[in-house]
């Protein structure tokens, strides 16, 4: 049986940095102190050359069942459907990455976010900054995204 070579996969432009790691150590042990549940280590380390945080620490089980409780509520919400988050004055349209403009409006993760300025990554793909969102985001498949009515043009009725 023939082995093909692993494709190349470029790094990832939204990899934490180790200061991102540790403020979100930060944020973790605030947040599940608010369970009760108390953490003897939390810190970020580089596994396998990418960071994560390691977290040690105890609960009771009463604790862990709500805390498994939120945590699986907030895996199964359903997302918006997509009229609910079309900012007004735009309309629909499923784009390919090279189809996206500077202007247009882009649905994710449960909000909608103005195109502020992109670049090319590869042929078939593009860094999107979106307003509102501090990282960039890359498009790399079809995507439905909200334009401009005034920038379509209809054909007048005659």
């Known amino acids: ?5 692993l494709p190349y996969v470029p790094p990832d432009p939204n990899e934490p940095t180790e200061k991102e790691a540790s403020a979100t150590a930060v ?3 605030r947040a599940l102190r608010g369970y009760g549940v108390f ?4 810190a970020p380390e580089a596994v396998s050359g990418r960071l994560v945080v390691t977290v040690r620490g105890r609960m009771s089980v009463r604790t862990a069942e709500r ?3 939120g945590l699986e509520s907030l895996a199964y919400r359903p997302a918006k459907p997509l009229e609910e988050l079309r900012p007004e004055g735009t309309l629909p349209l ?11 409006h882009l649905p994710l993760d449960g909000t909608c976010y103005r ?6 990554a590869t042929g078939s793909s593009r860094i999107l900054e979106l307003e509102g969102r501090r990282l960039p985001w890359i498009m790399t498949s079809p995507r439905t995204v909200f334009r401009p009515a005034d920038q379509f043009q209809f054909p007048l009725p005659t």
């Not at 049986?1 to 070579?5: A, G, L, Q």
């Not at 953490?39 to 939390?42: I, K, T």
């Open 27 to 29: 944020r973790l042990v």
């Open 94 to 104: 499923e784009v390919r990455p090279d189809g996206v403009r500077v202007g247009d």
């Open 39 to 42: 953490l003897e280590q939390v």
């Open 67 to 69: 805390l498994a409780a």
């Open 115 to 120: 195109i502020r300025n992109m670049r090319g």
């Open 1 to 5: 049986m023939t082995s093909f070579p």
